[in-house]
């Protein structure tokens, strides 16, 4: 946006300063309206720290310009405001008052804020019973933890899949506006996002990234937990904002596809533990029925007396909640002795463990479980990872995967001798990739080690 404003004033090229991390189709995409992409950091904060001090020292060349926290950005944002209020006004003089003379709700992605903060700063004027409601990812929730906190907290480097709305701090104009203003944060799972962006597609056939198409799957999540209105009346007008949405990579569509099913909940993931008997398969698909079996995944282990078994079922009864089909299932296999947990919400069970079944050593001395997101910006992350392991560091697992883009999935296991941990941990923040210690997750506790 900031390249195409200075293309229809006539400016000179802006200079964009962007993280290692950004997707490569955003990055094409602003080249071409003209600006001059600069690639700095793996961090948006090293990033933005490299803009200024690009702007300070051209001798009043370059002016920076900050991407949200600025009241000139805020008042543009502010303009979908009023856009909106525009437009339920004019719904409601075209149905002739038959529907609702008033807007529910207006769900917007977060992020850097200045969106929901310019829109609920023009909304609450012209319509303030309205409620603004932002939407972030589960795993990011910046807004969220600043407002319960009462002021403006520093994150990690955020997960990279809701790139689109990646922040690590937010300004200080847009937090006080969205504490004074904003009425909700609704915090949704990247697969509810998943679900959202297939959603998206099917009723318009235009494919949104996920940040596109975060504020729908806040609006379904609000809704599903709200007491649905008698037959024959309304529930509600609401508006989502869809913003960030034309810059989504075609390999990225693998995990989505993947996990929409998931998002909305009709796919649930189970471990399954299961006497090693003949038959003992079958005897597991008849017991779920009439559900649908997606996914089976096992691998015999001659060391140990019970089968390790993942699998995914569809549900068949569109009445149930998902914890009334999950009780479903794990009762239906009790009766035949075998011990089923329901895995759906465990990220690394999703991603790794269910890929990774059988073969269990009982566990190593100094054994650490850590999960990486690799930043794809060529074929140097991994090879960058292994180095820093050195011969100092035995790696005692490894399961690699890319689900296209800019991003890969590593989870990795690491023998970290004893004395060593103060030094293994500077190497991982030496890194400066984004990961999370799952020792103690009890997937791999249980089912791994």
């Known amino acids: 946006s900031l390249a195409i404003a200075a293309q229809r004033l006539g400016l000179d090229p802006p200079v964009i300063v962007m993280p290692e991390r950004t997707p490569a189709v955003r990055i094409e995409a602003i080249k071409r309206v003209g600006a001059k992409v600069h690639v ?22 370059l002016t920076f310009v900050a991407p949200h926290d600025d009241p000139r950005v805020i008042a543009g944002q502010a303009t979908a405001g009023l856009e909106v209020t525009r437009q339920i006004g004019a719904a409601v003089e075209a149905a002739g008052g038959s529907i609702s003379d008033h807007l529910d709700a207006i769900f917007v992605c977060t992020g850097g804020s200045s969106l929901i903060a310019g829109i609920a700063a023009s909304v609450k004027q012209i319509m303030p019973h309205t409620k603004v409601i932002g939407v972030e990812p589960e795993n990011n929730n910046l807004l969220q933890r600043s407002l319960l906190e009462g002021h403006r907290v520093v994150l990690p480097e955020p997960s990279h899949f809701v790139d689109g709305a990646a922040m690590q701090q937010l300004g200080p104009e847009v937090f006080r506006l969205c504490n004074e203003l904003v009425d909700d944060i609704v915090t949704v799972s990247d697969d509810e996002i998943c679900a959202a962006v297939r959603d998206c597609f099917e009723d318009t056939r235009a494919m949104l990234e996920p940040a596109g198409a975060i504020s729908v799957a806040g609006l379904k999540k609000w809704l599903a937990s709200r007491h649905k209105a008698p037959e024959g009346q309304s529930n509600g007008n609401y508006v989502v904002i869809s913003s960030d949405a034309s810059n989504i990579e075609f390999d990225i569509l693998r995990f989505i596809a993947e996990r929409a099913s998931m998002g909305e909940h009709k796919e649930r993931l189970f471990v399954l533990e ?23 995944i096992y691998r015999f282990c001659p060391t140990d007396e019970k089968a390790l078994v993942y699998m995914c079922v569809l549900q068949a009864d569109a009445t149930l909640t998902p914890e009334q089909e999950t009780q479903g299932v794990v009762d239906a296999l009790k009766a035949i002795d075998v011990k089923a947990t329901d895995v759906t919400a465990n990220e690394m069970a999703k991603t ?22 690799f930043p794809e910006t060529g074929s140097g992350a991994l090879r960058k990872f292994l180095t820093a392991l050195g011969q100092e560091w035995f790696v005692t697992l490894l399961h690699y995967r890319n689900h296209g883009g800019q991003v890969g999935k590593v989870l990795a296991g ?34 791994m080690r």
């Open 274 to 296: 299961s006497p090693e008997k003949s038959g003992a398969f079958f005897r597991m698909y008849q017991a779920v029925q009439p559900r649908a079996v997606t996914e089976f």
């Open 352 to 373: 790794h463990a269910r890929y990774l079944a059988g073969g269990r050593h009982g566990g190593v001395a100094g054994e650490r479980v850590l999960r990486f997101e």
């Open 414 to 447: 690491i023998k970290v001798p004893e004395g060593k941990e103060q030094a293994f941990d500077s190497m991982l923040n030496d890194l400066g990739y984004t990961f999370h210690d799952e020792t103690s997750n009890p997937i791999f506790v249980e089912y």
């Open 40 to 61: 700095y950091g793996q961090t948006l904060l090293e990033a933005q720290e490299e803009a200024e001090r690009l702007a300070k020292e051209s001798g009043g060349k």
